[in-house]
């Protein structure tokens, strides 16, 4: 296992359209974030899976932002009709024990 | 005003000093990480702590959960320690993941 891996590492959209990001945590690590990072801020928290349940999500999180974790493995975070306040740095992590290990980010631009 | 805070913004250093970053916060907390991101987005978790103090290699974190306040200490720096630190808490009674994060301390460690 080689870690937390996001894809894509980048994404280029209009505005308007969809997108959908991918995170692959570490195998048994039954914790995953999301989080969103602007330019020149820190990451703020998006929301929160223990296994295949999302337990906790942020007010960030507007009715266009939808995240699953189907199989309690895997896990998707969709942008509908994008806007270009939405271009950033959207970080996975994984988590057992409480210690984080984060992917290495996909960066989205809305133009 | 933040509910962390760091100081300072910017640092830069000559190779070989010792270097202090400090974190303020002004909630009651679990746990506190410090973490590293270089350019590019991808962050490593450096050190996780509740209490007390903790060492690895040139890098060490103090917390005074009395005061509110962490440091993070790196001793003989060097041009690869360039990177913003990132400090992060857990605020007591929220999961693992969701962190309120400071914007950062960019170091920039001159040879």
């Known amino acids: 296992d080689t870690g937390v891996s996001q894809d894509p590492r980048h994404k280029i959209t209009k505005r308007g359209q969809n997108v959908t990001f991918r995170c692959d945590p570490i195998?048994?690590?039954?914790?995953l974030y999301w989080y969103r990072q602007t330019l020149g801020q820190g990451p703020e928290f998006l929301t929160y899976?223990?296994?295949?349940?999302?337990?906790?999500k942020s007010r960030l999180l507007s009715d266009r932002f939808s995240a699953e974790r189907p199989k309690g493995s895997f896990s998707t975070l969709e942008i509908q009709r994008t806007e270009q306040g939405d271009s950033a740095m959207y970080l996975c992590?994984?988590?057992?024990?409480?210690?984080?290990?984060f992917g290495s980010g996909t960066r989205l631009t809305v133009v | 005003k933040n509910e962390v805070e760091q100081s300072p913004q910017n640092l830069t250093a000559q190779e070989g000093e010792f270097i202090t970053i400090n974190c303020s916060y002004s909630v009651g907390i679990s746990a506190l990480h410090w973490l590293q991101q270089h350019p590019g987005g991808g962050i490593v978790s450096l050190f996780m702590?509740?209490?007390g103090k903790k060492k690895h290699g040139r890098l060490i974190a103090t917390i005074n959960i009395q005061e509110k306040h962490s440091s993070l200490h790196i001793t003989a720096s060097h041009p690869r320690d360039s990177a913003v630190y990132i400090c992060?808490?857990?605020?007591?009674?929220?999961?693992?993941?969701?962190?309120?994060f400071g914007k950062g301390t960019k170091l920039s460690v001159k040879p």
């Open positions: 992060a808490v857990r605020v007591q009674g929220g999961s693992q993941g969701n962190l309120i």
């Open positions: 702590l509740s209490s």
């Open positions: 992590a994984s988590s057992l024990d409480g210690s984080l290990t």
């Open positions: 195998s048994e690590h039954n914790r």
């Open positions: 899976f223990q296994n295949e349940a999302q337990l906790e």
